[in-house]
C-alpha cells in the first residue's frame, strides 16, 4: 500500500524519454541486433513504431508487439542495456535526485516498458523498487525474449489509465511524461494535471494536450514550489550563441537544462536588438558587434562571452554600467595565430603563392630570385601581448633575430629585443606582424607614413584587427614594391556568414596571402575556446564567481554550500557596502561570508547567509540607491 503524504499530491512518471534520454527498446536493439546484417534497417523500423505508438498513432500493445519481434533480444543483453541506461538518465532528474529521493513515497514510475530494465535504473536515484509499474519480459527457455506478461494492464492499450484506475490512489495525481499514453490518464480524469515533459523529445500532439509544458524536471519542480536543485529552472533562461561556435559549448549549455538558441552567422544591430530582448547569455565570436544600442534592449542580459580573444566589438562600458559581465577565451587559439604567422612568413618570403600559381596555369619558374631564408632575419613584432611574445620564442626557434614595440614595458622573452618606438620598430624588421589589440584608438595604427619608414621589400602580417591597417595605403605600399609580400587575415568589414562576397581592394594582388579571419580557427583552438568560455560564464551564472572577467571585478569565490548567496551589484559610489550591511544588521541576518570588489565604474558585494531570511530583506536590497542589479542564488 502506497503512504500517503501531507500534500496529498502522487507524481506519476514516464520512464522512456522521460526518466532517460532515450528509448530503451531502441537502444536494446542496438545492442541485440549488434551484428546482425540489416541492423539499420530493423533498428530504424523500431523507432518509427515507438514514434507512432508514442504519438498516439499505433495501439501501445500493437507497438510493443511489433518492437519486440524486431528486437530478437536475449537475457544477455539486458546487464548491457542497463550500463548504457544509467549514462542516460535525463540531466534534470540527475540534478534533481535529492528531489527523488526525499519524494519516494509520492513518486510513482508508470510506463509500458520493461521492470527488467527500469528497476535498476530508477532504484539507483532512490525511487522505491514496489512503486514501478511496468511490463516483463516472458523468456523462453533458452533466455530469448519472446513477449511480455498479457496479465499485465500496461501491456494493453489505455494501460496507464486501468493501472491508476486499479491503484484507487487517495490524493492529487500529477503526470510528467513525454507520451500521449501519459496525457491518457488526465484524459480521462484520474490526473490533475498533466505536464508535457520535452527535455528529450517533443511531441506536438502531447504537447498540445498538455496542461503545462515542463522543458525540465527544474521546471515542474519550480511551478510547484517544490525543493529543487535550481532555484530557479535554467530552461527559462535563453542562452543565443552566434557564430557556430564549437558544439561542445552547446552541449554544455544544454546539459545544464538551458534553452539555448545557435545560429551560424552573426547578426547586424537590428538584427540583434529583435533577438537580444529575453536572452541571458549571449555567446559571440569577433564578428558581431555589441554596441550600446543593442544593450539598451538586453535588459534580461547577465553575461557575455567573447569565444574568442578580442572583445573590442563589445561596448564594454555599457556593459559594465548595465552589470553585464564580460569573459573572453585570453589564451586558447594564441597557437594557431602563432603557427599561421609562421607559415605565411615562409610561404612569403619564398613567393610560394604566386610560383603556386603559376604550376596551376602549367608555369614551371625554377629560380632563386627574390626567395630568402627567415633564418637570421629581423622580425619586427607591433604588440608584444600573448600572441606577440609566443610568435617571439617560435621565431627565434628558426633562427629569426626579434624586435618588438609595446605601449605596456613588457618584459622580452629569449633573446628578444625592445624599440623604444614604433618608428624604430618598423625602420629595422626585414618583417612586420602586427599582434595589438583592437582598441578603437589603434585605428589606422599602420598607414602611408609608417609604410615610408619600413624597409623596401619588407614582408608585413596583418592577423590582429582589420581597422588597425589603412587597408588603402597597404594596397600602394604593395602596389610600389615597398611591401613585397604581404599576409592579412582581418579587414575592416569581413561578411558576416560564409554565403556574402568578400569585397576588398587586396584582392588580386600578387603575392598576397588574403585569409578569412581563421587564425584562431582550428579544431583545437575551437574546442578549447568552447570548453573554456561556457566554463567562465556558468561559473559567473551558477556561482557569481568573475575570475578572469574583462570587465567585472574579479573575484573567485568559494563554492556555495547549505547557505543562500545575495549578489550585488552597484555604481562605485560610497557607502553601498555600510547600506547593505544596515539591511542586514536590522534583519538579524547571519552573514556566513562576505566578498567585495570594486573597480572604477561598479562594485560587486556577495553575501552568503544562512536561509531563513524574509523577502523584505531581498527587496530592501534591491532597492538601494545605485543598485544596477540584484540576484540571489541557491
Ligand atoms: N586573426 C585571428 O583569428 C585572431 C586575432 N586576434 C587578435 O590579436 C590580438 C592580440 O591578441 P593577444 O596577443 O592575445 O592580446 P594581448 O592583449 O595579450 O596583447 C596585445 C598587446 O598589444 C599591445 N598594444 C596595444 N596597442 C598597442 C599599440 N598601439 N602599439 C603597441 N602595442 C600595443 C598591448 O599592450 C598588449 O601587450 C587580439 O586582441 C585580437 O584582436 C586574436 C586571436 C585570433
Ligand atoms: O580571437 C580573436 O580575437 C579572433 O580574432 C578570432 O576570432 P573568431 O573567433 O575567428 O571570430
Redesign the pocket.
Known amino acids: 500500500m502506497l503512504t500517503k503524504t501531507l500534500e496529498q499530491t502522487y507524481f506519476v512518471i514516464d520512464f522512456d524519454s522521460t526518466f532517460t534520454k532515450v528509448e530503451a527498446l531502441d537502444v536494446l536493439g542496438e545492442i541485440s541486433l549488434a551484428a546482425h546484417r540489416d541492423r539499420e534497417a530493423i533498428l530504424e523500423k523500431i523507432k518509427i513504431i515507438t514514434d507512432r505508438g508514442m504519438s498516439g498513432e499505433l495501439s501501445l500493445a500493437q507497438s510493443i508487439e511489433m518492437r519486440l519481434q524486431l528486437l530478437t533480444a536475449h537475457r544477455d543483453h539486458l546487464p548491457a542495456l542497463i550500463e548504457t541506461l544509467k549514462n542516460e538518465i535525463s540531466d534534470s532528474f540527475q540534478r534533481n535526485r535529492h528531489f527523488l529521493a526525499e519524494h519516494a513515497d509520492q513518486i510513482l514510475i508508470v510506463s509500458s516498458g520493461f521492470k527488467e530494465f527500469i528497476v535498476p535504473i530508477v532504484t539507483s536515484l532512490g525511487i522505491k523498487e514496489e512503486n514501478v509499474f511496468a511490463n516483463t519480459f516472458v523468456f523462453d527457455e533458452a533466455g530469448n525474449i519472446v513477449g511480455c506478461d498479457c496479465e499485465n494492464p500496461l501491456a494493453t492499450d489505455k494501460g496507464k489509465v486501468k493501472l491508476i484506475r486499479d491503484l484507487n490512489l487517495e490524493g492529487d495525481i500529477y503526470v510528467i511524461g513525454d507520451g500521449y499514453t501519459d496525457y491518457e490518464i488526465r484524459e480521462s480524469g484520474l490526473a490533475n494535471r498533466f505536464y508535457a515533459f520535452t527535455e528529450n523529445v517533443m511531441r506536438p500532439k502531447v504537447i498540445e494536450k498538455a496542461d503545462y509544458v515542463a522543458p525540465s524536471l527544474d521546471e515542474f519542480l519550480y511551478h510547484n514550489k517544490l525543493n529543487r536543485s535550481q532555484s530557479y529552472p535554467k530552461s527559462r533562461i535563453k542562452v543565443l550563441l552566434l557564430?557556430n561556435v564549437h558544439p561542445v559549448a552547446v552541449h554544455l549549455f544544454e546539459s545544464e537544462g538551458f534553452n539555448v538558441e545557435i545560429l551560424k552567422g552573426a547578426l547586424d544591430e537590428d538584427e540583434l536588438i529583435e533577438k537580444i530582448r529575453d536572452v541571458s547569455i549571449l555567446g559571440i565570436?569577433?564578428?558581431t558587434q555589441v554596441t550600446s544600442r543593442v544593450l539598451e534592449n538586453a535588459n534580461k542580459l547577465m553575461c557575455i562571452g567573447a569565444?574568442?580573444?578580442?572583445t573590442n566589438q563589445i561596448d564594454l562600458k555599457t556593459c559594465t554600467e548595465k552589470g553585464i559581465a564580460v569573459f573572453n577565451a585570453p589564451y586558447s587559439?594564441t597557437r594557431s595565430v602563432v603557427e599561421l604567422a609562421i607559415g605565411e612568413i615562409i610561404m612569403l618570403v619564398r613567393n610560394i603563392v604566386p610560383k603556386s600559381n603559376k604550376m596551376h596555369e602549367g608555369v614551371w619558374d625554377k629560380s632563386a630570385n627574390n626567395s630568402f631564408e627567415v633564418r637570421g632575419k629581423k622580425l619586427g613584432l607591433v604588440g608584444y601581448g600573448n600572441i606577440g611574445t609566443q610568435l617571439s620564442v617560435v621565431a627565434e626557434a628558426l633562427g629569426m633575430e626579434v624586435y618588438f614595440y609595446d605601449i605596456v614595458d613588457k618584459l622580452a622573452l629569449g633573446n628578444a629585443k625592445k624599440c623604444k618606438t614604433l618608428d624604430e620598430l618598423l625602420a629595422i624588421s626585414d618583417f612586420v606582424s602586427l599582434h595589438t589589440d583592437g582598441r578603437a584608438s589603434n585605428k589606422n595604427l599602420i598607414g602611408a607614413r609608417e609604410f615610408g619608414l619600413m624597409k623596401e621589400g619588407v614582408i608585413f602580417l596583418n592577423l590582429s584587427r582589420g581597422h588597425i591597417v589603412d587597408v588603402q595605403a597597404l594596397v600602394e605600399a604593395i602596389k610600389s614594391g615597398r611591401v613585397a609580400g604581404a599576409g592579412v587575415d582581418v579587414f575592416p568589414y569581413e561578411p558576416k556568414t560564409n554565403n556574402e562576397e568578400f569585397i576588398n581592394e587586396l584582392r588580386g594582388l600578387p603575392n598576397v596571402i588574403l585569409t578569412p579571419?581563421i587564425?584562431?580557427?582550428t579544431e583545437e583552438a575551437q574546442e578549447n575556446i568552447g570548453n573554456f568560455v561556457p566554463g567562465k560564464l556558468l561559473e559567473y551564472i551558477n556561482n557569481g564567481s568573475t575570475y578572469g572577467s574583462v570587465n567585472f571585478p574579479e573575484l573567485q569565490l568559494p563554492l556555495l554550500k547549505e547557505s543562500h548567496r545575495l549578489l550585488h551589484i552597484h555604481a562605485n559610489v560610497p557607502g553601498i557596502l555600510a547600506k547593505i550591511n544596515a539591511i542586514f544588521a536590522k534583519y538579524h541576518i547571519n552573514i556566513q561570508g562576505q566578498y567585495l570588489k570594486t573597480n572604477e565604474q561598479i562594485g560587486y558585494v556577495i553575501t552568503d547567509v544562512s536561509k531563513d531570511y524574509s523577502d523584505e530583506v531581498v527587496s530592501e536590497l534591491r532597492h538601494i540607491d545605485n543598485t544596477i542589479k540584484f540576484r540571489l542564488i541557491y
Open positions: 557564430e565570436r569577433s564578428k569565444f574568442c580573444i578580442g587559439n579571419h587564425g584562431g580557427s
